[in-house]
């Protein structure tokens, strides 16, 4: 299987600061890379799909970059509600393998 | 609107199985499939599998092949996920999701899935 690895685990950040999250893949995937967005006793959200397509009604702020086995998230100006859980996921190949998530706090 | 609604939650003892009911509403079923992803406390997010919504076909993740099953129904709109032989690892959160982009032949996880069922706890007891 396709191991995804998560960095930073967790972080903490103010308003209007610009976050980055990495996911590394133990593979090359190309640019079959999602990147969903949770909140607490809610199902996923898609953000990005293929890696740096924003889903249709995700504010312009979420950007996604790379391709092969490094990947990044960026949250440009953070928002309060952008607070919650994200998770990258591999659709290369079966098993289509999820991060272990990288926890935001708003500061 | 489009949604996917869930069955209630289960509390199942250890080699017991479970059937997940997802009803879909708001779009024509059989233009789109159904994943199904799951939550625990220890593996985290898992993807487990979809199915069609055109003609049944299925893929599973190995890990769950031969346990589980997915099955739709297309006169009533509803996906079902049956999980066989429960263990307490099966404790989890399972989430069905909509899959906007299928064939006749694949549904493709490339472009993400667009809308999500609620999720239906699951509790295996020993």
């Known amino acids: 299987d396709i191991q995804m690895t998560q960095s930073p685990s967790s972080l903490s950040a103010s308003v209007r600061d610009t976050v980055t999250i990495t996911c590394r893949a133990s593979?090359?995937?190309?640019?079959?890379l999602n990147w969903y967005q949770q909140k607490p006793g809610k199902p996923p959200n898609l953000l990005i799909y293929?890696?740096?397509t924003l889903q249709t009604g995700v504010p312009a702020r979420f950007s996604g970059s790379g391709s092969g086995t490094d990947f990044t998230l960026t949250i440009s100006s953070l928002q309060p509600e952008d607070f919650g859980t994200y998770f990258c996921?591999?659709?290369?190949?079966?098993?289509?393998?999820f991060g272990r998530g990288t926890k935001v706090e708003i500061k | 609107q489009v949604q996917l609604v869930q069955s209630g939650a289960e509390v199942k003892k250890s080699g017991a199985s479970v059937i997940v009911s997802c009803e879909a509403s708001g779009y024509i079923f059989t233009n789109y499939g159904i994943t199904w992803v799951r939550q625990g406390p220890r593996q985290g997010l898992e993807w487990m599998g979809w199915?069609?919504?055109?003609?049944?076909?299925?893929e599973y993740a190995q890990k769950f092949q031969g346990r589980v099953t997915m099955t739709i129904d297309t006169s009533t709109n509803t996906a079902h996920l049956e999980v066989r032989s429960l263990k307490s690892d099966d404790t989890a959160v399972y989430y069905c999701?909509?899959?906007?982009?299928?064939?006749?032949?694949?549904?493709?996880?490339?472009?993400?899935?667009?809308?999500w069922g609620q999720g239906t706890t699951v509790t295996v007891s020993s």
């Open positions: 199915i069609s919504g055109y003609n049944g076909k299925t």
């Open positions: 293929a890696a740096s």
């Open positions: 999701a909509r899959v906007p982009h299928c064939s006749s032949t694949k549904c493709y996880m490339e472009n993400g899935v667009d809308v």
């Open positions: 996921q591999q659709t290369d190949r079966n098993p289509y393998t």
């Open positions: 593979q090359n995937i190309g640019g079959y």
